[in-house]
């Protein structure tokens, strides 16, 4: 008896994993930004405002990271490209910046 063939399940899964890549790969996304802000700044950053616990002193609120204050993209992207503070292991890829940003920039709208 001849075994039914796997292929077509194969190709699906292929496609699947294309299209699954593709959007992890896609825009900017400041919902993504927020919870990797969440996650990984909000142990001393203020991140939201609904957020509890405490933060750090000397560790700027998000929503102070305006451009009028200074921080352009060019600015928040560069300081976020090496870690700082003892945030070490925790340096966000560039999509994950740029998520970043977008979240930041969606507090000051
Ligand atoms: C372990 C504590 C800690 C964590 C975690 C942390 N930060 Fe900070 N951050 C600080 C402190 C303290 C400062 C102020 C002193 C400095 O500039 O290093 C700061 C400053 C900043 C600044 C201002 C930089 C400037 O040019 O003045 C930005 C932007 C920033 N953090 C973003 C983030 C983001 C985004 C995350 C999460 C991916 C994060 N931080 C995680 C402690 C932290």
Same mark, same amino acid.
């Given at each position: ?8 399940? +194969?190709? @699906? ?5 294309? /299209?699954? $890549?593709?959007? #992890? ?6 919902? &993504? %930004? ?20 405490? +933060?750090? @002193? ?5 929503? /102070?990271? $305006?451009?009028? #204050? ?6 928040? &992207? %560069? ?22 940003? @977008? ?7």
């Amino acid at each position: 008896m001849r075994q039914p063939s796997l292929r077509p399940f +194969v190709l @699906a899964a292929i496609l699947v994993a294309i /299209a699954t $890549t593709a959007q #992890a790969q896609g825009l900017i996304d400041p919902k &993504r %930004g927020e919870e990797i802000a969440r996650a990984w700044c909000a142990n001393c950053h203020l991140v939201s405002a609904d957020q509890g616990g405490t +933060v750090a @002193a000397d560790a700027p609120a998000f929503t /102070a990271l $305006t451009l009028e #204050a200074g921080y352009s993209d060019e600015r928040l &992207r %560069g300081f976020l490209s090496v870690p700082h503070g003892p945030m070490e292991g925790l340096t966000p890829d560039n999509r994950q910046i740029g998520d970043l940003i @977008a979240y930041i920039r969606s507090l000051q709208e």
